[in-house]
């Protein structure tokens, strides 16, 4: 049996292996719970995800070695520190061998402990060079906290630090609310003099953070940020044309301000989508941009799904081929949206993808939870 | 004279694509201009320097990449060296009791977790389809009695008719019947509640 095989075998027994893992894990060093959220769950799965990704590709460095720095970068954060790693590769090798009984030899333990060397050693090196660069995390403060609808809040944060970000980008967050639950957010404006950054939340419902940070988080509450990341929606040159779903829209108004911010004579068309005329949340806000810019025009797109929605609406305005076009809202409106511009000729188009990679930034609240 | 090439054009050097191998090759040199022989030497100067800067940026990306490279591979050497050397009593196994009983615990905090998150879901997605119900029903009921008060004002007004009086007749009458209805509908609901709150202090055999 090789690693590969062995992983196979481990994977198909399902969640009891992680499960297990992670017990051992806790028990020899229980100094290490604190850093994982109450339920366990999902974790285990991206557990499972990660290491199977890196069994798959453990032959591809090209492949493999930017998601491990990755990775490793990512998980400063969450307060990792190179001393752990150890710790982790004896609970996984140790699981391995419980499950795999007589299948399990020296030459498996040797094959797996080298792995995972290799692999936490890549992590690590990406941590450190990291730490040269930046903090683990940066802790902020609310200043202000506006809850628009029953179901959406506009919150403000200041970093204690300075902290930097590209507009389209979104942030990790969390809070002691539900400590150690981590969500991506998308600033919903341009960087700002006074370091202030706004969200725009909306509540999943069942989603676990989300409602505490609408519902509970008040100003003058702390909460912690990750780094920013995202690469699916940068600001092109020229014409803009921005469809947005639900919250949606922040990352595509933090463009809408760099681009007028650099060019205030470049003409941006906004469409934004709402079920009702209540649920247009940020409409004074847009209002008052389209004052101040005169080339930024604002559409709101209000109806239930099926009736027009900003796509459809942009569509029925006419042609589009000398935009570049950017959609964010839920996964489903962002794929509905791609197909339709696709099949209409439209090649310019900036999107996060739907099914990203399991560390990165997803639309809409990420509460795979 | 050819306009030089946007290759050459001069960003910050640190900043820089390099010139790829197959751009240098390609590169069209104007020539030295009327009556002399050869390339005009500016433009061979410029593409000069330009060459031995990037070859010079090359060389310290790769002694930046070299300095890294041994840097991990120092990393990974005291890594071994200290799992080598960890304390035996870590390596020692854990009792399967005591694996099972975290991995039980475990699983009922999921559990808790998920019900709880599904009940939040449930209960928030009927309150608004609740709301929603509550309000389109309202407005339904405020048309009907802004249609009815308009007709009621057109059969009595006569002569005195004025276009401005029947628009706050119809939005009087339709604002009186939407909040009426909506006070309604709150109430209902309030006394349902109330009514579910005494069902479980029926459940408690002592109320002292």
Redesign the interface.
């Given at each position: 049996m090789d690693l590969r095989e062995s992983w196979d075998a481990a994977a198909a027994l399902g969640d009891?292996v992680p499960?297990?893992f992670?017990?051992?894990l806790?028990?020899?060093y229980p100094q290490l719970r604190a850093l994982f959220p109450?339920?366990?769950?999902p974790q285990r799965d991206r557990l499972v995800g990660a290491l199977g990704y890196i069994v798959a590709n453990a032959s591809d460095a090209d492949q493999l070695t930017p998601m491990l720095r990755r990775l490793g970068a990512d998980h400063r954060k969450y307060g990792v520190r190179?001393?752990d790693?150890?710790a982790v590769?004896?609970a996984l090798v140790?699981t391995l061998a419980h499950f795999l009984g007589e299948a399990w030899n020296a030459e498996l333990h040797d094959a797996w402990l080298g792995a995972y060397?290799?692999v936490?050693?890549?992590m690590?090196?990406a941590a450190?060079?990291d730490a040269q660069a930046a903090p683990s995390w940066w802790d902020a403060e609310i200043v202000d906290h506006q809850r628009r609808t029953?179901?959406i809040a506009v919150i403000t944060l200041r970093p204690e630090r300075h902290y930097l970000y590209e507009p389209g980008q979104s942030l990790s967050l969390t809070c002691d609310l539900r400590p150690n639950v981590w969500r991506f957010y998308s600033p919903a404006n341009a960087p700002r003099p006074d370091n202030s950054i706004d969200l725009h939340v909306r509540?999943r419902?069942?989603?676990?953070l989300s409602?505490a940070l609408v519902q509970s988080l008040r100003v003058g509450d702390q909460v912690r940020l990750g780094p920013a990341s995202g690469e699916g929606l940068r600001l092109a040159d020229g014409h803009l044309l921005m469809l947005a779903g639900g919250t949606g829209l922040a990352p595509l108004k933090a463009l809408a301000e760099q681009a007028a911010g650099k060019d205030p004579t470049r003409p941006i068309d906004l469409f934004v989508g709402a079920r009702t005329a209540a649920d247009d949340y940020d409409r004074a806000a847009l209002r008052q941009l389209a004052q101040e810019c005169p080339s930024l025009r604002v559409t709101s797109v209000i109806g239930e799904a099926g009736s027009p929605d900003p796509v459809e609406m942009a569509l029925r305005r006419g042609r589009w081929d000398d935009a570049d076009i950017y959609i964010c809202g839920s996964d489903e409106m962002v794929s509905d949206a791609v197909r339709k511009l696709r099949a209409r000729g439209y090649a310019r188009l900036h999107f996060e993808p739907p099914t990203a990679w399991f560390y990165g930034p997803q639309r809409y609240q990420k509460d795979t939870? | 004279m050819t306009t030089y090439m946007s290759a050459i054009d001069n960003p910050p050097p640190h900043r820089r694509i390099p010139l790829s191998p197959d751009q240098i090759r390609r590169h069209q040199l104007p020539r030295a201009g009327m009556g002399r022989r050869g390339y005009s030497e500016a433009h061979v100067d410029a593409l000069l320097d330009r060459i031995a800067s990037d070859a010079e940026n090359a060389i310290e990306a790769n002694q930046e990449l070299r300095a890294?490279l041994q840097?991990?591979k120092d990393?990974?050497k005291q890594?071994?060296t200290?799992?080598q050397t960890?304390h035996p009593v870590?390596?020692e196994?854990?009792s399967a009791d005591?694996?099972?009983l975290?991995?039980r615990a475990?699983?009922q905090?999921?559990g808790l977790?998920?019900q709880a998150?599904?009940y939040?879901?449930r209960l928030?997605?009927e309150a608004?389809h609740q709301?929603s119900s509550i309000l389109a029903s309202a407005q339904q009921r405020a048309e009907i009695e802004a249609e009815r008060a308009v007709h009621t004002y057109r059969h009595e007004a006569g002569r005195r008719y004025a276009a401005e009086i029947e628009e706050m007749e119809r939005r009087l009458a339709w604002l009186q019947a939407f909040t009426h209805a909506i006070q309604v509908q709150l109430t209902t609901a309030a006394q349902a509640f109330v009514e579910e709150v005494g069902k479980l202090t029926e459940l408690i055999p002592d109320q002292g």
């Open positions: 009891a499960l297990h992670y017990s051992v806790f028990l020899r109450v339920a366990m769950a190179p001393e790693y150890g590769g004896e140790e060397q290799l936490s050693s890549v690590i090196g450190e060079a029953p179901d509540i419902y069942g989603g676990q409602a939870s | 890294q840097h991990m990393a990974l890594w071994q200290d799992y960890m870590t390596r196994s854990i005591a694996v099972n975290m991995a475990q699983r905090a999921d977790v998920a998150q599904d939040a879901a928030s997605w608004q709301a």
